[in-house]
């Protein structure tokens, strides 16, 4: 057998050895040694085991065409990744693409329906990493940090204005297993019943968030989230709890750097959607000085660049650069 005729080119030697996409990059990077070699089939097998890793990994690259799939552009996520860009050399070339989470979830699920590869801005707590086995790739340059903490954020004045609902949201502190639990039944219900039911079933937590706080009378409050469902999560049981104590609240979605814009202004009153330290840090700093922070409300929460499990990859620098 004399396959040296056919090494010229890389479609060529697919179409010989009929090797399906994920040893492309493998013999992509050995053709020149295999005719230095003198072309026999066993050096291609020897190769093969040999360059098994490294192989997969350029192939993953091409595979997914050197894209990330984002979500929203204007999320902190967004940012993050864009920085992310810039960061690893290895990254050059590189192309995030957005449009919006329900686009990124329906692309993840099509990629994973057909085991094919694909890289996504993914964070948690959400409902993907229950319904899929995903991984976070790991980040040594630590773009995107390892924890993120949700902070509640106040507009100056608050405290004078509405000292019971300042007290409340203070206190405001909960875990990522709560959050997930008022996730996953919005799934089935609005987000309002789905944060009653947790209020209902967590009294205890949320009285320790009320004692000694006296009720109002309808006093107006309005909450900025930002359009995801953790932050629907944490606005609608906030909502639920001032309800209770006589506040009239109001919800009012807006992108991450209108929520601190709004609450820099005193437009909104407070929040509690700022992902912290890396996801919302640009508008952070932006606005920082111009309201008060009342630290985390929620400790264990992440964001990263995410893979479908059976991806042979593990690092953010196992990609390799476009060509
Ligand atoms: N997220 C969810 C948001 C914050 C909450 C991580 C997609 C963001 O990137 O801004």
């Keep these: 057998m004399t396959p040296c005729s056919k090494q010229t080119t890389k479609g060529v030697l697919y179409d010989v050895f009929q090797v399906n996409w994920k040893s492309l990059g493998m013999i992509a990077g050995v053709s020149l040694s295999l005719i230095a070699a003198g072309c026999g089939q066993e050096n291609i097998d020897d ?26 552009p204007g999320a902190g996520i967004t940012q993050a990744t864009d920085n992310a860009l810039e960061e690893y050399e290895n990254l ?23 085991e094919e590869p694909i890289i996504v801005t993914g964070w948690s707590p959400h409902f993907k990493f229950a319904k899929y086995d995903l991984k976070y790739l790991e980040d040594p340059r630590g773009v995107y940090r390892d924890v993120e903490y949700i902070s509640t954020i106040v507009r100056k004045g608050l405290k004078e204005d509405m000292p019971e609902a300042y007290t409340i949201l203070d206190r405001f502190h909960w875990e990522p297993a709560d959050m997930e639990e008022v996730m996953l039944a919005a799934q089935e219900m609005e987000f309002e019943d789905a944060a009653r039911q947790w209020v209902d079933e967590n009294q205890d937590k949320v009285d320790e968030w009320t004692e000694g706080v006296e009720p109002v009378d309808g006093t107006s409050i309005e909450l900025v989230l930002t359009p995801w469902d953790t932050e629907r999560s944490s606005a609608h049981v906030a909502k639920i709890v001032l309800e ?21 202004k005193g437009d909104g009153d407070a929040s509690l ?6 996801t919302h840090a640009a508008f952070y700093e932006k606005y920082e000085g111009e309201f008060e922070d009342l630290g985390e409300n929620l400790r264990g929460a992440r964001i990263g660049l995410v893979v479908p499990s059976y991806m042979n990859i593990d690092s953010i620098e196992d990609l390799e650069p476009a060509e």
Excluded at 60 to 69: G, L, R
Excluded at 273 to 278: D, E
């Design 244 to 264: 209770q104590m006589g506040y009239e609240v109001k919800l009012t979605p807006v992108d991450p750097s209108i929520m601190f814009q709004a609450i820099a």
């Design 92 to 114: 050059a070339g590189w192309e995030q693409i957005n449009s919006s989470t329900v686009a990124m979830l329906s692309e993840l699920d099509d990629a994973i329906q057909n």
């Design 273 to 278: 959607a700022p992902w912290m330290p890396a």
């Design 47 to 72: 190769t093969a085991d040999s360059g098994e890793d490294q192989t997969e990994t350029i192939s993953i690259s091409e595979k997914v065409d050197y894209t990330i799939t984002g979500i929203e």
